[in-house]
C-alpha cells in the first residue's frame, strides 16, 4: 500500500472480510472496500482523497484522450468525479440483468461470484478513451471491456484504478498493450 494515501490506505487496512454464496457449493471471500463496488459509507475525506488523487493521476500519466469510461457498479462514481475534476466527458457502462430491451451493444460479464451485462451506447467510431474502475481484481471485467471498446472501433488508451488486487494488473497492462496505473495495491 502506498504511504501517500493516509486514507485510502487506512480504508483498505480496515475493509470487513465477507463471503458471497456464488452457488449452494461456491464461495467468493471478498473485501468491503468502502471505494469499492459494495461499499457503502463513504467519509468525506475518503471521497475527497480519491478524487483528487485519480485526477493528479490522470493529468500526469494520460495526456489524450477524449473521455473517460466507466462500469457499474463501482467504477461510475469515480469515474464521474475524475471528469468532473478534469473537465472531461464520460461514458457510463451501465449494468443491468433485464432494464434495457433495446440497446447498442451489450457484453456479458462474468466475476466470481456474479454475471450480469454491461450497456455500451453512444460511442463513435475513433473516440479515445480513458478507462476508470474502482478496484482491480482479476482483470476479467477490464479485458471484456477493451475487446468490446476495439469492436466499436474506439481506442483505449489506458487503464486508471483505485486499487489492484494482486498482480494481474502487470498481465493486464502488458495482454491490452496499454498503461495501466492505480493508486493502492493489496
Known sequence: MSKVYAQLDKSIRDARSV????TPSTFYDF???PFGERGTYIAPELMAEIADSLAETIRQRFESYDYIVSPEPGGHTWGMLAAYKLGKPMNIL???TELYEEYEVRMKR????NENY?????????????LVDDVISSGATLRG???QLAELDVTLVGIQAIIAKGEHYRKLAS????PVHCLSFV
Do not use: C, P
Request: hydrophobic share 40%; glycine share 8%.
Open 31 to 33: 473485501k468491503l472496500y
Open 145 to 147: 471491456i477493451a475487446a
Open 110 to 113: 462474468e466475476t466470481a461470484y
Open 118 to 130: 454491461l450497456y455500451f451506447e453512444g460511442f463513435r467510431k475513433g473516440d479515445r478513451v480513458l
Open 94 to 96: 451501465r449494468l443491468s
Open 19 to 22: 463471503r458471497i454464496k456464488k
Open 175 to 178: 495482454d491490452l498493450g496499454v
